[in-house]
Every structure is written in structure tokens, then in C-alpha cells.
């Protein structure tokens, strides 16, 4: 299994940057996908995550309302699309999958089976 992250950079506040997480070596549509973040000095943050077909997702309170999670069965990719970025979103940002049972998701860490390497985002004027 391999997830891909990508799409991070560097942006100005209030600036907006859509990350990807490419899956492959799983079959995608069943697994529920996560964000997280980690911030130098801070715990990994989970930020937001979508269940197998989609019709579940859930958002930290940090993010609700400024960022958008998706996906595409086709292109077995996960998205975040963050809008209105500021300072505190600054971190590493990655992708986690898991096999739930159900159709829901999780933005706990100890949900997920697997991982993909990190996205830079920082936020800086």
C-alpha cells in the first residue's frame, strides 16, 4: 500500500492550496481516508476524514468551515482543499488510510492502517 501525499507549498494568509493523496495497492473506494497535520513542537493533529464512498466526513473544529475534504474513486485519490489558510495551519501535512467496518471514518489516529509521507503547507506572508 502506498499513499501519496501532495500539493503542499508555500502561500500567503489567507491564501488557499488543495492537497492530493494518491492510493494505490489497495482497493480504494472501501478505505476511509485522513488528514493530519503536525505542526514543529506539536502532536500529530487529525483534521479531517471521509468514509468508504463518501458519505461521511468530519472536520476538527480547527479547520470546520475553511476546509473541504473529497475523493474520487477513479483517480483513487483523496483531497483537501483549504481555504482561508493562516498562520496556525503551518505543518506537515499527511494522509492515513483505514479498513472500516462500515462506511464511516475517524480523524483519531489510531484509526488507521496506513500512511503516507508528509506535504509541507506553510502559510507566510
Known amino acids: 500500500v502506498q499513499l501519496q501525499a501532495s500539493g503542499g507549498g508555500l502561500v500567503q494568509p489567507g491564501g488557499s492550496l488543495r492537497l492530493s493523496c494518491a492510493a494505490s495497492?489497495?482497493?480504494?473506494?472501501?478505505?476511509?481516508i485522513g488528514w493530519f497535520r503536525q505542526a514543529p513542537g506539536k502532536e500529530r493533529e487529525g483534521i479531517s476524514c471521509?468514509?468508504?464512498?463518501?458519505?461521511?466526513?468530519h472536520y476538527a473544529d480547527t479547520v470546520k468551515g475553511r476546509f473541504t475534504i473529497s475523493r474520487d474513486e477513479v483517480k483513487n485519490t483523496a483531497y483537501l482543499q483549504m481555504n482561508s489558510l493562516n498562520h496556525e495551519d503551518t505543518a506537515l501535512y499527511y494522509c492515513?488510510?483505514?479498513?472500516?467496518?462500515?462506511?464511516?471514518?475517524?480523524?483519531?489516529?489510531?484509526?488507521?492502517?496506513?500512511w503516507g509521507q508528509g506535504t509541507q503547507v506553510t502559510v507566510s506572508s
Open positions: 495497492g489497495l482497493t480504494f473506494d472501501a478505505y476511509g
Open positions: 492515513a488510510a483505514a479498513l472500516p467496518i462500515g462506511s464511516g471514518c475517524s480523524i483519531e489516529r489510531g484509526w488507521y492502517d496506513y
Open positions: 471521509i468514509g468508504s464512498g463518501g458519505g461521511t466526513v
